[in-house]
């Protein structure tokens, strides 16, 4: 089954610390991959898909088909990424994404 | 910029009524979807549309249904609120072939 798990409901870190949030994934074949980003009182948009291999905001993200992960990752944390993350899947079959259920992220001062 | 627009930001309905969301794309984009967002439970696809007049069930269709009569719109039906529907509610619009989502504003509904 097609899945996408994202293991920490809340990832806590201070200004200037390095970020890690997690996705593990469960597909068949060479998935594609996202990372979705809702800023408080904003709609949800796209941060990165790993297609593009491109840095948005400092963040970049490696697919890692052994580990059947797609981690996002910050050298240094700054106030502003505090967000809700969302690691999503393209369905096999035409453009559905499977979502994962979210991080939120909490940069403090 | 591509415009995702839903009709309500916030909507409170009572039990047994039947509640329209509209949502509204302006970039001629032939899919469309419907989300629930829930506290841990992530986004949740209700219903989605590939083209006019044509829909397919999400992971959670039970309690809805959707309409697409022109490109542009999609809009999700539920038939009689129940306080388990109460949600925020997402719309998305997708272009082909990067299969990004750009999602609408939502709308935080509230059934009492």
């Known amino acids: 089954a097609q899945r996408v798990t994202q293991p920490e409901k809340l990832l806590s870190v201070f200004k200037g610390a390095p970020v890690e949030l997690k996705c593990n994934y469960s597909?068949?074949?060479?998935?594609?991959l996202f990372w979705y980003v809702q800023y408080s009182r904003q709609r949800l948009q796209l941060l990165l898909r790993?297609?593009s291999r491109e840095s948005i905001k400092g963040f970049t993200a490696d697919l890692n088909k052994g580990e059947t992960s797609f981690h996002l990752k910050k050298p240094f944390a700054q106030e502003e990424d505090s967000a809700m993350y969302y690691c999503?899947?393209?369905?096999?079959?035409?453009?559905?994404?499977?979502f994962g259920q979210g991080t939120e992220l909490s940069v403090k001062p | 910029d591509v415009k995702v627009t839903q009709s309500s930001r916030y909507l409170v309905k009572r039990t047994g009524e039947k509640v329209f969301l509209e949502c509204v794309q302006d970039?001629?984009?032939?899919?469309m979807f419907w989300y629930r967002q829930d506290p841990g439970l992530g986004l949740r696809l209700i219903y989605f549309?590939?083209?006019?007049?044509?829909?397919e069930k999400g992971d959670i269709p039970e309690g809805y249904s959707v309409s697409r009569e022109k490109k542009e719109r999609f809009s999700l039906i539920l038939e009689s609120a129940s306080t388990n529907q109460t949600s925020m509610y997402l719309c998305a619009s997708q272009t082909v072939p990067t299969y990004e989502q750009y999602f609408g504003p939502g709308t935080r509904l509230t059934v009492t």
């Open positions: 999503a899947l393209r369905d096999n079959q035409g453009g559905k994404l499977i």
């Open positions: 549309s590939y083209d006019v007049k044509m829909k």
């Open positions: 790993h297609i």
């Open positions: 970039m001629d984009h032939e899919n």
């Open positions: 597909y068949s074949g060479s998935p594609e």
